[in-house]
Structure formats: structure tokens, C-alpha cells
């Protein structure tokens, strides 16, 4: 079974910050990578999705990397501001099968 | 285009009582999947349908929940009875061949 492991948990930064949000999972044998953003008593929404063949996605100040051979995706967040405060969780799918595997998230906090 | 839709979007009842929850995917996403996300944890599968077809229930406690998704369109997930362990947020995600997950907004579960 994948594990799908995020660190870390929280992270408070200061507005204008530049971060990086870190996702790893055991098995290399992925099929897709999908960011996502929970706000408080909300469902999730789909930041990014990689494919097992890409290294990385680009979307507006969010940027996400892919390394398969070492298990890592990561998150980056440019000039962060207060309203990407929320959890960031990241979920992997495997080579086989549908299902997607999820991380605990990093609650991320932009001070004003 | 209008996004998954969930409801209700809270139910509060008494242990042992039974309990459903509704989910209408994305118009012409033919997998659905229904999770269940506790506090501060990420969302775990309970069962997921390749349109009308349970193809991955292995999670699902099956001695007290039930799904079906009698059309290949919208879902009921059911509770009985209810486990003051029960309560949590259901989450209803719709996809396109297994890619791009859209989630509803959930229906959070508080078992008294």
C-alpha cells in the first residue's frame, strides 16, 4: 500500500514569502501526483496534477515538481499571501487502479 | 458548469439511528468516490464506482455502511446504525478515467 507522507504539518510564513511544501511517498510506481487545497469546512480543490511522465506543473504562482525515482513532489508557492492560508495536501495515484492515496496535509498560515 | 454536489451538508443525530448522504457527480464523469476524512487527517477511500460498478469497496465497513449508484450518475451512502466513530466529514469526488479528482463540498457527521 502506499504512504503518503507530508512535512511538515504546519507552516506560518509572513506575507511576500516565497515556500515550498513537501509531499513523499514509498512507492515509485505512480501512475499521477494531484495537489490540493482544503479551506476550513470545505471539500478539496485541485491545484496541480502531474503525470508520472512530467517533472513538473505550473499554474499561475504555484509551481509543483515530480522526482519519482526518490518518492518526492513538492509545492512551491511564490510571493505567498494571506488568502493561501488553508491545508495543502497532495494525494498519489498508483500505477494500477483508480484510487488515490492521500497525505495529512500541511496547514499553511500567510500572516498579513 | 456546475460542480459535485453534496447534501446534506451537516446531520447531526443519535447513535444507532440510521443515516445517508447524496452525492450528483460532474455531468459525464464516470467515477465516483465517496471518502471519509477525520480532523486533521486526509481523506481515505471507502468505496469507488466505475459508473454503476463498486470496482473498489475494500475499506467500506460493509457490516454497517451501504452505497449504491444505481444509474452510473448519482450516489447514496448509507449508515446504519450510526457509531458515536462515525462522525467526520463524507467527501463525494467525481473524475474522468481515474484523472483530475473534483470534490463536493462534504457532509459532516456528528454521531451524539
Given amino acids: ?112 | 458548469e456546475a460542480g459535485v454536489v453534496q447534501s446534506p451538508r451537516y446531520k447531526i443525530i443519535e447513535k444507532k439511528q440510521p443515516v445517508a448522504f447524496w452525492c450528483n457527480p460532474i455531468s459525464g464523469h464516470n467515477t465516483l468516490y465517496w471518502y471519509l476524512q477525520n480532523l486533521g487527517q486526509g481523506p481515505e477511500l471507502l468505496i469507488r464506482y466505475e459508473n454503476e460498478e463498486a470496482v473498489d469497496d475494500s475499506q467500506l465497513p460493509k457490516d454497517r455502511f451501504s452505497a449504491e449508484r444505481l444509474k452510473g450518475v448519482d450516489s447514496t451512502l448509507k449508515i446504519q446504525p450510526a457509531e458515536l466513530g462515525d462522525s467526520a466529514v463524507y467527501l463525494c469526488a467525481s473524475s474522468e478515467q481515474g484523472d483530475t479528482q473534483y470534490f463536493g463540498p462534504g457532509t459532516r457527521l456528528t454521531v451524539l
Fill in chain 1, 1 to 112: 500500500k502506499q504512504e503518503v507522507t507530508q512535512i511538515p504539518a504546519a507552516l506560518s510564513v509572513p506575507e511576500g514569502e516565497n515556500l515550498v511544501l513537501n509531499c513523499s511517498f514509498t512507492d515509485s510506481a505512480i501512475y499521477n501526483l494531484q495537489w490540493f487545497r482544503q479551506d476550513p469546512g470545505k471539500g478539496l480543490t485541485s491545484l496541480l496534477l502531474i503525470q508520472s511522465s512530467q517533472r513538473e506543473q505550473t499554474s499561475g504562482r504555484l509551481n509543483a515538481s515530480l522526482d519519482k525515482s526518490s518518492g518526492r513532489s513538492t509545492l512551491y508557492i511564490a510571493a505567498s499571501q494571506p488568502g493561501d492560508s488553508a491545508t495543502y495536501l497532495c494525494a498519489v495515484r498508483p500505477g494500477t487502479g483508480n484510487q488515490f492515496y492521500f497525505g495529512t496535509g500541511t496547514s499553511l498560515t500567510v500572516i498579513p
